[in-house]
C-alpha cells in the first residue's frame, strides 16, 4: 500500500538551527503513527511541516500522492488538532463546528445537518448551544476534534491535544480518540512527549531526537529491541535501568558496577573485558529467597498502595514489586534477571550490542 503521507529527506532550519535533519518516513493510509521524543527534539516542527504551516528548507512532502511544495495549509485537506484546542470563544458549538464549512461555500442547512452528525459523533449533541466557556475542558476537546472530522480530511494531525486535561480524563481521551479513528477510518499522526500516551494508542511509533528519528517500529518492536539506550530510557515505565558493567571471564556474564555487586547473564557472549552498559528493566528483576545473580542494597522505598518502587542505595537500580514489602534502607535483596531480558549498550556510542 502507498503511504498516506510520505516525508523524503526533511531538512529544517532556522536561521542557524537545524531543527530536523534528514527526515525520512512513510504514513500508511488508516494508520495512527505517534511522534514522541524529549521536548525541543522537533515533533511540533514536524507535524507543523506535514500541515504547511512551516515551510521545510529542503526534502519533499507528498500528500495521498500529491506533492505539497507550495500548496498553502488550507488547500491540503489535513485537519489540526491542538493542545490549545483554537475554538472561537464567541461562537456556541455549533457555530465553532459550521464554521469552515461555511468558509468553504456549504449552505448553511447543509452544514447545521453536518454538525449534528459530528456532534452525535462526538457526543456533542446536547451541547451544541454552549459558549466555550460553558465546557469542560474534555468537552472543549470534543469540540475541537469535531472541527477537524467536519470537513472530512485526509489526514488528522494531532498536537500534544490532551496536555491540558487531568489524569483520570487524559486517559478516557485517549480511547476516544483511537475509537474515533478506527470508526472513521482515519490516518492520524500524533505528537506526544508522553510515551504511555504513544504507547497505547499507535500502532508505529516513531521516536525523535534532535531532529532525527532515532527509531520507529510498533509499540511492542521499541519496548523489546530498541536501538539505543536513548530509545530504551524514552520507552517504558518506570524507566529502564542502566548500570556500567565489564564482560566477565566465561563471556556470557557481566559483572555488574553497583554497591550489591553480582552478575547477569547476557543473551550473547561477548570479549572478556569488554565495557559495557547493561539495560535491566525493572518490571524483569525478580527478587528470590537466597542467592540471586546480584544484590540490590536497599536505599529508597516508596508505596503507591498497589505496586511498591524499591530503589538501591546507588540509585543505579529500581526494582518494581506488585506486593507490599517489609524492605528498608540498608537490606539487601538477592535478585535475577533472564538473559533473554538484559539489553547491552556500547558505553560510548550508546548503541544497542
Ligand atoms: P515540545 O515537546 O517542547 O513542544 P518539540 O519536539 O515539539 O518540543 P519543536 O517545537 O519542534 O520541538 O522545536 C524543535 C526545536 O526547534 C526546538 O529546539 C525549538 O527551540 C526550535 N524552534 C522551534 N520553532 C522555532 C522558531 N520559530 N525559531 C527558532 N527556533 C525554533
Known amino acids: 500500500m502507498s503511504a498516506q ?44 511541516s506535514i500541515a504547511g504551516l512551516e515551510t521545510i528548507t529542503s526534502g519533499s512532502i507528498s500528500i495521498a500522492g500529491a506533492p ?33 464549512l461555511r468558509l468553504h461555500g456549504v449552505g448553511k ?3 447545521i445537518q453536518k454538525a449534528a452528525e459530528v ?10 448551544k454552549r459558549y466555550p466557556r460553558e465546557l469542560s ?3 472543549r476537546q470534543r469540540v475541537a476534534m469535531g472541527r477537524a472530522i467536519i470537513r472530512n480530511p485526509k489526514a488528522f494531525l494531532f498536537d500534544e491535544p490532551l496536555s491540558n486535561l487531568d ?6 481521551m485517549r480511547k476516544e480518540i483511537r475509537s474515533l479513528h ?11 512527549h508522553d510515551q504511555i500516551e504513544a504507547m497505547t494508542m499507535a500502532d508505529h511509533v516513531v521516536v525523535m531526537r534532535d531532529g532525527r528519528i532515532e527509531q520507529q517500529g510498533s509499540p511492542l518492536e521499541l519496548y523489546d529491541r530498541p536501538v539505543s539506550r536513548f530509545v530504551a530510557g524514552f520507552i517504558g515505565s518506570p524507566a529502564m535501568n542502566f548500570v556500567n558493567a565489564v564482560v566477565g571471564a566465561d563471556g556470557r556474564s557481566a559483572v555488574l558496577d553497583t554497591s550489591g555487586g553480582g552478575t547477569v547473564l547476557l543473551p550473547e557472549a561477548l570479549d572478556v573485558g569488554r565495557a559495557i552498559v547493561v539495560g535491566l528493566r525493572p518490571e524483569h528483576l525478580r527478587a528470590v529467597a537466597d542467592k540471586g545473580q546480584f544484590t540490590l542494597i536497599v536505599g529508597n522505598v516508596e508505596s503507591t498502595g498497589s505496586t511498591t518502587f524499591i530503589s538501591s542505595d546507588d540509585e543505579l537500580v529500581t526494582l518494581v514489586q506488585s506486593e507490599r514489602t517489609g ?12 538473559s533473554e531480558h538484559v539489553h547491552v549498550f556500547d558505553p560510548e556510542t550508546g548503541l544497542r550490542i
Open 119 to 128: 456532534a452525535a459523533t462526538t457526543g456533542l449533541s446536547a451541547l451544541l
Open 5 to 48: 503521507i510520505e516525508l523524503r529527506d526533511i531538512d529544517k532550519h532556522y536561521g542557524a538551527f537545524h531543527a530536523l535533519k534528514r527526515v525520512n518516513l512513510n504514513i500508511e493510509k488508516g494508520s495512527f503513527v505517534a511522534l514522541v521524543g524529549p521536548s525541543g527534539c522537533g515533533k511540533s516542527t514536524l507535524l507543523r
Open 68 to 100: 505539497m511544495t507550495g500548496v498553502p495549509p488550507r488547500k491540503r485537506d489535513v485537519a489540526m488538532v491542538f493542545q490549545s484546542y483554537a475554538l472561537y470563544p464567541h461562537m456556541t458549538v455549533e457555530q465553532n463546528l459550521t464554521y469552515s
Open 182 to 192: 478506527d470508526r472513521l477510518g482515519a490516518t492520524s499522526v500524533y505528537v506526544t
Open 109 to 111: 442547512a447543509e452544514a
Open 167 to 172: 489524569a483520570a480524563l487524559r486517559v478516557h
Open 137 to 139: 475542558g474534555g468537552q
Open 327 to 338: 524492605l528498608a534502607a540498608g537490606d539487601r535483596v538477592p535478585l535475577t534477571i533472564a
